[in-house]
């Protein structure tokens, strides 16, 4: 089944149209294939394009390059993350390599925004994780707490401080992180694209049909050509598993977000104008929500086991009316029909929350599933894969296998019926804050 585009998304709205978009057409040889032009793939080609300026690097995507979860992500960077499960001296040992991870992603952001002189709506402004139920404060108390143990700068905050920050009276308990980012997706992965290296060739809308090894050659099947070659790097993120690709080791889980069109000064006001925030839950399906720069409202409080390739218009209305609400118990004097623009999405998952960073054979490489973190880490592992492939080692790759590696799912039915009772469990916890 092919993916999908389509024009739900605000964030890819906000951009121009591309033209010349070419796909596969007829059969291909080249030295190098990925597979995948989000953050992950779009780094990696660029990476080996540096390393090998000589060779033919082929990037192919099923869809338009950048479209997929790299632009319908909430646009958040992050330093930490709150739900990660972690109480002993082990397992804060764990989670400082997670950290250490999600450091060298924000690098890795800021040196290709550097290079080439980035316009995506950076803003250094840390992020929350915040609850509306006064008795989560014993959760953020421990977080602090863990946090404290690593070295990173936050804040506990209440009920009246966060009013005056967010400009909604909603949320009674926060902790901020000063060191988490947020940005506009869409401008990044569209630099990366207008950044490609001149011996990288763009292919887009060409669903890859089937794959197989012949020899040392690696043959991949497109509805209309086809193309051969040496190594190929899989960076598929959510659809890995779609592909084969450590398919007992990660699964797709369908999210869906709205965004509100801007403000008016009338309703800025209302609201106390206040500076661009991100808040993140602190029960695992609980809403993230964000106000941009430029004063629209996004939501996202919805995430299931879904078709990941197309959601129906119908449906994705039901999932928009869930987000109105969401918006109108945070601030209740916005008129009813703010929302401009909802859209669903893929994130891809790991029963222990780690990240696919591998060789799967001699010349065949995967690198995905961040458990929406792909901003800095699809970024850093993208860069890294592609070096990884090469033969070479480097710090940044040290730092990435040193985690814990993905642990076994169960197999079909059980796995699906696992993370749905997982999810439902999850959203009966945090339907306050839904």
């Not at 990366?192 to 890859?208: A, F, H, K, Q, R």
């Not at 509805?223 to 790097?233: E, L, M, P, R």
């Not at 990660?250 to 991100?278: C, V």
Request: charged share 25%; with cysteine.
């Amino acid at each position: 089944m092919e993916v999908v585009n389509d024009n739900t998304c605000s964030w890819i709205n906000d951009l121009s149209p591309r033209d010349n978009i070419q796909s596969v057409t007829s059969n291909l040889n080249c030295e190098w294939l990925v597979i995948g032009a989000g953050y992950t793939g779009l780094s990696a080609a660029r990476k080996l394009g540096q390393l090998y300026p000589n060779k033919k690097i082929l990037l192919a995507d099923a869809q338009l390059a950048g479209e997929g979860a790299s632009s319908r992500n909430s646009g958040y960077l992050v330093d930490s993350t709150l739900n990660d499960g972690f109480s002993s001296n082990k397992e804060l040992d764990n989670y400082k390599k997670k950290t250490d991870i999600y450091k060298l992603g924000i690098e890795a952001v800021k040196r290709f925004i550097k290079e080439h002189q980035v316009d995506c709506d950076w803003n250094e402004c840390g992020k929350y994780f915040a609850s509306s139920k006064k008795e989560d404060k014993k959760i953020l108390e421990n977080f602090s707490d863990t946090l404290s143990k690593l070295g990173f700068e936050h804040d506990l905050l209440s009920n009246k401080d966060l009013e005056k920050k967010l400009g909604s009276n909603f949320y009674n308990i926060a902790l901020h992180t000063k060191g988490g980012i947020l940005l506009h997706p869409g401008k990044l992965v569209r630099a990366m694209i207008d950044t490609l290296p001149e011996n990288v060739s763009l292919y887009e809308n060409s669903s890859l049909l089937n794959w197989k090894k012949v020899n040392d050659t690696i043959i991949c099947q497109f509805k209309n050509g086809s193309v051969k070659a040496k190594k190929i790097i899989f960076a598929t993120n959510g659809f890995l598993k779609s592909l084969g690709i450590k398919s007992n080791y990660n699964f797709p889980i369908t999210l869906t977000a709205s965004m509100t069109r801007s403000l008016t000064d009338e309703e800025f006001d209302s609201i106390g104008q206040p500076k661009e925030w991100g808040v993140l839950p602190v029960r695992p399906m609980g809403a993230t929500i964000r106000m941009t720069k430029d004063r629209r409202i996004l939501i996202r409080n919805t995430a299931e086991v879904y078709n990941p390739y197309q959601m129906s218009q119908n449906e994705l209305n039901k999932r928009s009316f869930k987000q109105k609400i969401g918006i109108k118990k945070r601030f209740p004097q916005l008129p009813n029909d703010i929302i401009q623009s909802s859209w669903s999405g893929i994130v891809s998952r790991t029963r222990n929350s780690s990240q696919i960073f591998e060789k799967i054979d001699k010349n065949i490489f995967a690198a995905g599933c961040y458990n929406g973190s792909g901003i800095g880490v699809g970024t850093l592992f993208g860069e890294q894969i592609a070096v990884k492939a090469s033969n070479e080692n480097s710090k940044e790759i040290e730092t990435i296998e040193s985690r814990n590696k993905p642990t076994w799912l169960p197999p079909q039915p059980f796995l699906n019926l696992g993370v749905k009772a997982m999810l439902m469990y999850e959203r009966l916890r945090a339907r306050s804050e839904i």
